[in-house]
Every structure is written in C-alpha cells, then in structure tokens.
C-alpha cells in the first residue's frame, strides 16, 4: 500500500513538473504585424511602391530646406512633440499618427506654404520638430512602426492628438470647429489620461483683463463695450463649450481659444466661467482641442501593457493600421 502512496505521489510530482514546464515555455499571444497594403503615396515624394519617401523640409528655424529620408524626419517629429523619455509604445503610437499626418498633408495639400517644400517644422502648419531631442527610445519606437499609417476606408485619417483630453475625448466639429462632415473615425470616448501629467494640465485657472477680451472678440469682428457677463453658450457630446456668450454675444470656443492664447486657456472643457470687476476668469480641464489621441492618455495606456497600434485603436473608430513601405 506504501509502494503504491509512493508510486502515485513520484506520478504527480512528474505531472506537476511537466504542466509547470509547458506553461513556462508556452509563447504569449502576439498580435500580428500590420499587413504591406498597397496605399496611394504621393508622386512628389514617392521613390517607388513600397519604398520609404524622401521629403523636402522647410526648417522654420533656419530658413533651410533640407532633403530627409521619412523616417529619419519623423524622429524629429516625435522628438518635438512627445517627452523623449516616456514609455517607447507611448512613442510608438504618436509615431504612427505622425506619419500619417504628414501623408495626408502632402495627399490633401500636395505640399508646405513654404515653396520647394512637402513640409514644413512650423507648428501652425505641420507639426513640431526637435532634431537635438532625438534619442535611442525615440529611434526605436520610429523603427518598430516603420512605414505604419493609420487608414480608414484605404484612405489616410486626419491624425488629430493633443496633450490631455480632460478625461474625454471630442468630436472634430466641437474641439476644432471642424466645418467639413465629422470623419466616421472620430469618437468622443473615456480618456485614462495619466495622474503623473502636471496638475495645471489636468485641472487649470486663467483671468484675462476685459480689455484683452474685448480686443480678441474686435479681432474676430464681435465688438463690445464692456464685459459685464460671460458664459458657456452650446455644448459638444464630450461637454465641451461650442460656443461662449459674452454680453449675450455668441461666438465659437474653440476660435476664441486660439486668439486669446491657447496656451493660457488650455481647452474648451469649462467648468466656470465668471466676468467680475475687470477681469474674465476661467477654469476648465485638459489641455489641447481634445480630438483624436490623448498624449497623457497614450502614456497611460503604455503604462499599463497596450502595444502602440492598440494605443491608436483606442482613440480612433474603425481604422486599420497598416505598412505603407518596409
């Protein structure tokens, strides 16, 4: 009876070790890599079907037009728009949006304001640059997603991101009065915008004099005489202002962001508004127009394990993530 108490116990032991052995050795699920689809790249940077671009590209800083192979331009991008020591999937996902914002500035536009360029490092036109800020976190991200495009019906998406959606993301026509239809992709959607963002992006106060506010609204030919009231007028599905009334005057939020200062006025989601004495004070959430991707939000997402494709799944509705050139 021994023997046999034995011979069970030595069995289950052997099994033990077997199933703790598989299950070591047992690969994690991997997500596919985006498929090769053959994408329209335009033929003024074109150098083949499948084959990297080159772009010409206005630096703003110097007045020079230099001639970069795409990836290599992109580091910068990523460089000059994303903290270069964060999570490399954070880096990854705003690498993708890059590159498909520059395809589809040069599809839509067919090239920069600035002759002899595709391009431009001029943040009111393109996107911002930062070539000194390129490290080995950056490079990697860039080369893990190399060639990778965001598409929606075989057609490059409008990249929209910005620094903290507020805890929502909006839709176009409510963060960036977009006139044209709301692309099918965009969703107002939870954003889990990181807790280690600054705290006056997350949650921020701002007083203008009324003589700053009446020049701004002069300058969008709204004139008034005085401010003596100011509130939130209509709002977006994500509970952004679309509007703002001042003295029952209306006008549209995100216009009036941009004149008086969009970085002082950091969004469009308010949560007060109040004109007292001479001055206009706000208080609101987030930072950026709130369309598209949540950097804070992508750094949270990377934090918590999700690969940058599924980062960019995550705020856009409906798109696949494709390789437009290896």
């Given at each position: 009876?021994?023997?046999?108490?034995?011979?069970?116990?030595?069995?289950?032991?052997?099994?033990?070790?077997?199933?703790?052995?598989?299950?070591?050795?047992?690969?994690?699920?991997?997500?596919?890599?985006?498929?090769?689809?053959?994408?329209?790249?335009?033929?003024?940077?074109?150098?083949?079907?499948?084959?990297?671009?080159?772009?010409?590209?206005?630096?703003?800083?110097?007045?020079?037009?230099?001639?970069?192979?795409?990836?290599?331009?992109?580091?910068?991008?990523?460089?000059?728009?994303?903290?270069?020591d964060w999570p490399e999937e954070a880096l990854a996902a705003q690498a993708i949006l890059a590159r498909t914002f520059v395809m589809e500035?040069?599809?839509?536009?067919?090239?920069?304001?600035?002759?002899?360029?595709?391009?431009?490092?001029?943040?009111?036109?393109?996107?911002?640059?930062?070539?000194?800020?390129?490290?080995?976190?950056?490079?990697?991200?860039v080369e893990r997603t190399r060639g990778e495009v965001a598409i929606h019906n075989n057609n490059y998406i409008k990249a929209w991101f910005?620094?903290?959606?507020?805890?929502?993301?909006?839709?176009?026509?409510?963060?960036?009065?977009?006139?044209?239809?709301?692309?099918?992709?965009?969703?107002?959607?939870?954003?889990?915008?990181?807790?280690?963002?600054?705290?006056?992006?997350?949650?921020?106060?701002?007083?203008?004099?009324?003589?700053?506010?009446?020049?701004?609204?002069?300058?969008?030919?709204?004139?008034?005489?005085?401010?003596?009231?100011?509130?939130?007028?209509?709002?977006?599905?994500?509970?952004?202002?679309?509007?703002?009334?001042?003295?029952?005057?209306?006008?549209?939020?995100?216009?009036?962001?941009?004149?008086?200062?969009?970085?002082?006025?950091?969004?469009?989601?308010?949560?007060?508004?109040?004109?007292?004495?001479?001055?206009?004070?706000?208080?609101?959430?987030?930072?950026?127009?709130?369309?598209?991707?949540?950097?804070?939000?992508?750094?949270?997402?990377?934090?918590?394990?999700?690969?940058?494709?599924?980062?960019?799944?995550?705020?856009?509705?409906?798109?696949?993530?494709?390789?437009?050139?290896?």
């Open positions: 009876m021994k023997r046999r108490r034995m011979v069970g116990l030595v069995i289950l032991i052997v099994l033990l070790i077997l199933v703790t052995s598989c299950a070591r050795d047992r690969v994690p699920e991997q997500r596919p890599a985006p498929e090769m689809v053959r994408l329209k790249i335009p033929e003024s940077i074109s150098r083949g079907q499948g084959k990297e671009p080159v772009l010409k590209v206005y630096v703003k800083e110097t007045g020079d037009i230099k001639e970069l192979p795409f990836e290599e331009y992109l580091q910068g991008v990523v460089a000059g728009e994303m903290k270069n500035f040069v599809s839509k536009k067919g090239g920069s304001k600035y002759e002899g360029a595709h391009v431009s490092t001029d943040i009111e036109e393109a996107q911002a640059w930062n070539q000194q800020a390129v490290n080995d976190r950056v490079k990697k991200a910005h620094a903290h959606a507020g805890g929502m993301t909006a839709s176009a026509k409510e963060g960036l009065a977009f006139e044209e239809d709301e692309p099918p992709y965009i969703k107002v959607t939870k954003s889990p915008d990181s807790p280690e963002a600054p705290e006056d992006d997350s949650n921020w106060t701002v007083s203008f004099s009324n003589q700053e506010v009446m020049q701004v609204l002069g300058d969008m030919d709204k004139e008034v005489k005085e401010i003596r009231t100011a509130k939130v007028g209509k709002k977006g599905p994500s509970g952004r202002a679309i509007t703002l009334k001042f003295d029952g005057m209306e006008v549209s939020a995100p216009e009036f962001r941009i004149a008086i200062d969009s970085t002082k006025m950091k969004s469009t989601l308010i949560d007060s508004m109040e004109a007292e004495g001479s001055k206009l004070t706000i208080k609101g959430r987030g930072y950026g127009h709130g369309v598209g991707m949540s950097q804070w939000g992508a750094y949270a997402l990377a934090k918590d394990g999700k690969k940058a494709e599924e980062i960019v799944e995550y705020y856009f509705e409906g798109i696949e993530i494709v390789k437009a050139w290896e």
